[in-house]
Nanobody, 121 residues
Framework: QVQLVESGGGLVQAGGSLRLSCAAS????????MGWYRQAPGKQRELVAV???????NYADSLKGRFTISRDNAKNTVYLQMNSLKPEDTAVYYC???????????????WGQGTQLTVSS
């Protein structure tokens, strides 16, 4: 059984910063890419950022310069540092990872339960 558990969401004022964390646990053989997505009310889920096991990252164009993704492979954890937050960043943020489990070696996508970020103006 593999799980992704996010933490760090909450309420923050516009201009503030917050860091999200997502830890993968369970019977993991290896983790490939890890990333963050978000879904605002009434909108589709969208990619925020993704990072490979080797540390190469990609971002949604609109978020470059404000958000930074990083990971600690030893802890199976991915982070999202969010700076200069805006009300339009309000959304549920979901962690995503491509994981090869011990029981099912073919890599598959796993999702966290989501963490709410609310940015007040």
């Amino acid at each position: 059984q593999v799980q992704l558990v996010e933490s760090g969401g909450g309420l923050v004022q516009a201009g503030g910063s917050l860091r999200l964390s997502c830890a993968a646990s369970g019977s993991i053989r290896s983790i490939n890419a890890m990333g963050w997505y978000r879904q605002a009310p009434g909108k589709q889920r969208e990619l925020v950022a993704v990072i490979t096991s080797g540390g190469r990252s990609n971002y949604a164009d609109s978020l470059k310069g404000r958000f930074t993704i990083s990971r600690d492979n030893a802890k199976n954890t991915v982070y999202l540092q969010m700076n200069s937050l805006k009300p339009e960043d309000t959304a549920v943020y979901y962690c995503n990872a491509l994981i090869s489990a011990i029981a099912t070696p073919i890599p598959r996508q796993y999702w966290g339960q989501g963490t709410q970020l609310t940015v007040s103006s």
